[in-house]
T-cell receptor, first 113, second 110 residues
Framework: GAVVSQHPSRVICKSGTSVKIECRSL??????MFWYRQFPKQSLMLMATSNEGSKATYEQGVEKDKFLINHASLTLSTLTVTSAHPEDSSFYIC?????????FGPGTRLTVT | GQNIDQPTEMTATEGAIVQINCTYQ??????LFWYQQHAGEAPTFLSY????GLEEKGRFSSFLSRSKGYSYLLLKELQMKDSASYLCAVHSGGSYIPTFGRGTSLIVHP
């Protein structure tokens, strides 16, 4: 069946470095993927919509130069957190449109020290 | 704007029934989703309502009243593994992207 995978599942990095998170659709093509961020005991907050072959659409308040999104193929979208700071520590989740509901990846726990 | 409201936390006993409510105020309505999320994991889809009424799926049922902007998720024969956060999400306007509520943390105790 259709599955969305994410890699890595956990990452710890030092402040100032960049981290790339991959989101892949397995056994199906996803022209649109979504990136969410979730802080502890908070809801999912949509960061951006990733469109294959075009620029991502960012939600208000999300810095596009800090959170770089690349959707180069129909099965892969990447989110790069540039110059990470401790406040970027969060749970990052991607999803792809499904029927009837979105299919979520397993999430990536980012800790910036 | 859009507003989705659900209780922050609920507790229930193993084997019992629990109802988690969700109220919403949105511009237009295209459907309401319920997801289950265990700590540190991604949400998993539970149910989808687009018309008024009750949708039943095994131990889980979801109800929708569009005129009242109200939904509930009913969990029967609670099991310890049902301890999780339950997220209500609404598609509204012309968007196919859901807006999520804060989630209800359900604690099931023996």
């Amino acid at each position: 069946g259709a599955v969305v995978s994410q890699h890595p599942s956990r990452v710890i990095c030092k402040s100032g470095t960049s981290v790339k998170i991959e989101c892949r659709s397995l056994d199906f093509q996803a022209t649109t993927m979504f990136w969410y961020r979730q802080f502890p005991k908070q809801s999912l907050m949509l960061m951006a919509t990733s469109n294959e072959g075009s620029k991502a659409t960012y939600e208000q308040g999300v810095e596009k130069d800090k959170f770089l999104i690349n959707h180069a193929s129909l099965t892969l979208s990447t989110l790069t957190v540039t110059s990470a700071h401790p406040e970027d520590s969060s749970f990052y989740i991607c999803s792809a449109s499904g029927e009837p509901a979105e299919l979520f990846g397993p999430g990536t726990r980012l800790t910036v020290t | 704007g859009q507003n989705i409201d659900q209780p922050t936390e609920m507790t229930a006993t193993e084997g019992a029934i629990v109802q988690i409510n969700c109220t919403y105020q949105t511009s237009g309505f295209n459907g309401l989703f319920w997801y289950q999320q265990h700590a540190g994991e991604a949400p998993t889809f539970l149910s989808y309502n687009v018309l008024d009424g009750l949708e039943e799926k095994g131990r889980f049922s979801s109800f929708l009243s569009r005129s009242k902007g109200y939904s509930y998720l009913l969990l029967k024969e609670l099991q310890m593994k049902d301890s999780a956060s339950y997220l209500c999400a609404v598609h509204s306007g012309g968007s196919y992207i859901p807006t999520f509520g804060r989630g209800t943390s359900l604690i099931v105790h023996p």
